[in-house]
């Protein structure tokens, strides 16, 4: 296993597979890691992962984490008005 974790440094596609995981196509840079080293799907997950985090790229963005928040906070928001009314 550590073997094919490392062979992402040999891939001659890690410029591609890069690409797709910053645009957010991680399924397609899982799927072009397995055809170019021949592993199951959760060894390519995981360097297709360790690839991301070594170029610090995440998989969720950070406005969808702000959007999250604002959603819960609007939620509360609400709860609290409905609450009040209801009292």
């Known amino acids: 296993m ?10 001659s ?8 995981i910053r645009e ?3 399924r ?4 072009l890691y397995r055809e170019e080293t021949g ?6 997950e995981q360097a297709v992962e ?6 610090g790229v995440h ?3 950070r406005m969808f984490f ?10 509360l928001i609400t709860l609290a008005g409905l609450v009040e009314w209801l009292s």
């Open 2 to 11: 550590a073997s094919a974790l490392s062979s992402l440094a040999h891939l």
């Open 13 to 20: 596609s890690e410029p591609v597979v890069l690409h797709l």
């Open 24 to 26: 957010g196509q991680w």
């Open 28 to 31: 397609e840079a899982i799927y």
């Open 39 to 44: 592993v199951n799907v959760a060894i390519a």
């Open 50 to 55: 360790r690839l991301a985090l070594k170029h």
């Open 59 to 61: 998989r969720y963005s």
């Open 66 to 75: 702000v959007s999250m928040i604002a959603t819960c906070g609007l939620s």
